[in-house]
């Protein structure tokens, strides 16, 4: 017979930290505070980098993890990170066993075009499955104002409530370290970074059509997976290629260091939620050349933090990138103010307390804090919060 558990937990459910995306940023955020192992929350990996097989069998192990879980009465709450596709379809069938066992949960929506997946790539069926799901949720979180009430148009009786993602302040002292150490290959001529997909969708072609038009001197470096080889290619017709860096996807450490040096951070998508790297950029205090797209005006405003441009807009980009090369001053001061905001409304010390009273009045108890050990004496593991 299977002994139910008395004490219960949150089971967080989502992408490896260690792969490549937002959710996987998010998720390694929230374990880099400590907020996490302060709540004894179980993360659960539903998703792997690699092969079909590979991710294939981490989400068969994720149901299984769950499965025991809801059958020894683990769980007092499963908070689901989802994006849109394959990510909604593993959720979902996730949820659904959640359901089963009457545990209640929160969807943590991270997709730029959920609304559009949803309108456009699924049938009735499918339709009705995800607007079942969005509305027997405890909450709905979404990363905007703009984006909560999209989910409300696909599903009125949803109850949304918005956690903006956070991120880590760096030390301004690390920064001019970073600066005063810097070789001078990176820091002149001034660099430019882009951090993200290189594909269509974040406007890596639109950024290459825009630094061939510049006439000031710059380095660009864009770090990131997708469509590396047609990048290339453009590059090379537009004679850029000299200039343009292509550098893959970057650990952390790699992209602290192009962060600690660069001079402007561009990123001119077409869709968007809030993008990570946007806030990772100015939390070090650079100056921001983006589109008013998705969340992304709730972060950045025009003449505040950076440079707004409308998608598609290469004359405009590259009239926007050469403004700021031109002036360091403005730079500096774009920069400080982006600081200034993550600080103020997008650092971790700000989100973590949302985060938290989200848990509990989700109706998970707050969990006492561990014992201190008294030498010589020796204590039993704590207890998982209660429910």
């Known amino acids: 017979m299977i002994k139910k558990e008395k004490y219960k937990t949150i089971i967080m459910l989502g992408t490896s930290p ?54 020894t009465g683990r769980i007092g709450l499963l908070h689901v990170h989802m994006s849109s596709r394959a990510s909604t379809w593993r959720k979902s069938l996730l949820l659904l066993m959640g359901m089963m066992f009457r545990v209640p949960y929160l969807i943590h929506l991270h997709s730029p075009d959920f609304v559009d997946f949803f309108e456009h790539e699924c049938g009735e069926r499918r339709k009705k499955l995800i607007r079942f799901l969005l509305s027997r949720a405890l909450y709905v979180i ?4 703009g984006w909560a009430k999209d989910i409300k148009k ?3 009786a949803t109850r949304t409530v918005i956690l903006f993602n956070s991120v880590p302040l760096p030390a301004a002292v690390l920064r001019e370290k970073e600066i005063d150490e810097s070789s001078s290959e990176l820091w002149d001529p001034p660099l430019i970074l882009f951090l993200g997909h290189v594909g269509k969708r974040k406007g890596t072609f639109d950024l290459i ?24 290619i453009l590059a090379e017709e537009l004679g850029v290629s000299d200039k343009i860096l ?17 001079a402007i951070f561009v990123l001119p ?23 008013p797209v998705g969340g992304i005006p709730e972060v950045v405003t025009e003449g505040q933090e950076g440079l707004l441009v409308n ?7 590259a009239h926007a990138l050469a403004r700021l090369l031109a002036a360091p001053s403005l730079r500096r001061e774009f920069g400080e103010r982006g600081r200034d905001r993550i600080e103020s409304k997008f650092s971790i010390k700000v989100l973590q307390p949302q985060l938290e009273q989200l848990w509990i009045d989700s109706g998970v108890s707050e969990p006492e804090p ?16 209660k429910v």
Not at 246 to 262: I, M, N, S
Not at 370 to 385: L, N
Request: proline share 4%; charged share 15%; hydrophobic share 45%.
């Open 18 to 71: 260690e792969a490549h995306g937002g959710i996987a940023t998010v998720v390694g955020n929230y374990g880099d505070c400590g907020v996490l192992k302060k709540w004894k929350v179980k993360y659960v990996v539903t998703h792997v980098q690699g092969s079909g097989f590979a991710k294939a069998c981490a989400a068969g192990v994720a149901m299984l993890q769950l499965l025991y879980m809801l059958v």
């Open 142 to 145: 979404a990363l905007s104002q």
């Open 154 to 156: 696909i599903s009125p």
């Open 209 to 232: 059509r825009a630094v061939a038009l510049l006439s000031e001197n710059f380095r660009l470096i864009i770090g990131g997976d997708g469509e590396l080889q047609r990048a290339q």
């Open 246 to 262: 292509f550098a893959g996807w970057l650990g952390k450490a790699e992209k602290d260091h192009l962060l600690a040096r660069a």
């Open 269 to 291: 998508s077409y869709h968007e939620g809030v993008p990570m790297a946007i806030l990772e950029a100015m939390s070090w205090g650079i100056p921001i050349v983006t589109t």
């Open 311 to 317: 998608s598609g807009d290469i004359v405009g980009l």
């Open 370 to 385: 561990e014992p201190s050990v008294q030498r010589g004496e020796v204590h039993t593991p704590e207890i998982q919060p």
